[in-house]
């Protein structure tokens, strides 16, 4: 492991540096400037020559920032004749941007997709992007991970007689129906139509859900809006305790405040693909660490090993 080389922007350090204490390596150190007139200027401070280096950031708010920091440091590891350089992206948020579903707008998922590739990238490491369909618009090798496996882990050893794992819309029932198998359990979908960005109706619940129990699977939570319309839902079906579950909390504005004021929503498991807000964060909230994937995939890409193996059990991207 002595050639790898790992650096983190400022968008989540915490994460690169359990990363880093998981392979044994140090975190290596950079510096960010910022011009009077706001270019910002990044500086690797570690030999990069010939060395397989690997660059931490998320693309959480301030997402533009923290994406032009990362293209900084790419470009300057490249520059600095890195033998591979590998963009280390937990949490891809123009993965939403998927599809031009409105006129002469910009599909930005493929857009930042080749900035990246651009900027220096010959691999990018990420995991649960939105939509599936973003891997294919790299030009440059993409290693996907999922969290299905840590998530239902969390709830394993829990008496889930009478449960059924909801997805809030068709679009992620694949993951749900993954988390679902590997719990035994049924999974039923919310028929979601997105209104706004912060407003979204959801019609109906196709499976069966009545007078069950039930745990929310989810992708990505922001404002919690199509989670707080599916549990108004739930309860027309008469849905008793209810846990929620994702891979990427960004909690924006005040949703951790709504749902955690949710009364039947027991509890709420997230990962660390994206630092937690900073100010107080409620009781019902669980952080599961996936640094110990990213650690063994970047162990793997190393050492020329196959990072798909590591999803067998739920068939997921690798």
Known sequence: MGEIVVFSGAAHPA??????????????????????????????????????????????????????????????????????????????????????DAGRISIAARLVADLIATAGANRVLTMALHAPQVHGFFSVPVDHLTAITQLAEHFADRDLADTVVVSPDLGNAKAATQFARLLGLP????????????????????????????????????TGGSVVELLDRLRERNVGRMSLACTHGLFTGAALE???????LEEIVTTDTVPLPSDAVPPKLTVCSVAPLFADAISRIHLGESVSSMFARVGGPG
């Open 258 to 264: 709504r749902l955690a004021a949710q009364p039947e």
């Open 187 to 222: 999974v039923a979908a919310g028929n979601k139509q997105r209104m706004t960005d912060d407003k979204v109706v959801i019609d109906s619940i196709v499976g069966d859900v009545d007078g069950k129990n039930a745990i929310i699977l989810d992708d990505e939570i922001a």
């Open 15 to 100: 994460f690169a540096t359990e990363i880093c204490d998981i392979l044994g390596t140090p975190l290596s150190p950079s510096q960010r400037l910022r011009f009077s007139n706001d270019c910002l200027q990044v500086q690797l401070r570690a030999n990069c020559r010939q060395r397989d280096v690997y660059v931490v950031q998320p693309l959480v708010p301030p997402v533009q920032e923290n994406l032009v920091e990362l293209l900084l440091m790419l470009d300057a590891a490249r520059g600095a004749s890195a033998a591979q350089v590998t963009a280390v992206i937990p949490h891809y948020a123009y993965a939403r941007s998927d599809k031009k």
